[in-house]
């Protein structure tokens, strides 16, 4: 007989690896500037970590990419951030989030789909439908809160 025993561990919580399914990259400046209108052949987002992910939704444009940044966990900081590149971000994601969270090794401890969490709206309520921040030159995510992230393992179990 086959059984799951859930066992206590100490984990070194390290990233959280991003998955967002965006509506309207618009929503988001990059230096200043509105990021394009995927709607509009031929836009691509440009926000770093835009991804194509194939022609999924031939009726919306703007679904063929998703969002696919890597988090520190400790610190906020988007890895391999594009240095002296600046962000405001407001993305509808609704449903259609996705992350999972590695440890200090890159294995999974926890995957993630569903509202979006609060630790990715640090800058005002997103209210489990947008991602919104602000992301500084460095790739800082501005208000930051590790602790937040935890809440996405109590959902989870």
Partial sequence: MKTTIKKDANVDLKYLKVDAV???W???TINGKRDNDCEEEPNEPQIPFAEYVGDVNRILRAYNWHWKPT???DNGRILDWPEGTLASIHYKVCDEFCCEILDDNNNTVCSYDGY????MCPKENGYGDYIIMDIDSNGFIQGWNPEH????LEQEE
């Fill in 22 to 24: 965006v509506r309207y």
């Fill in 26 to 28: 618009q929503d988001c």
């Fill in 71 to 73: 988090i520190d966990i």
């Fill in 116 to 119: 979006v969490p609060r630790c």
């Fill in 149 to 152: 992230v935890l809440r996405i």
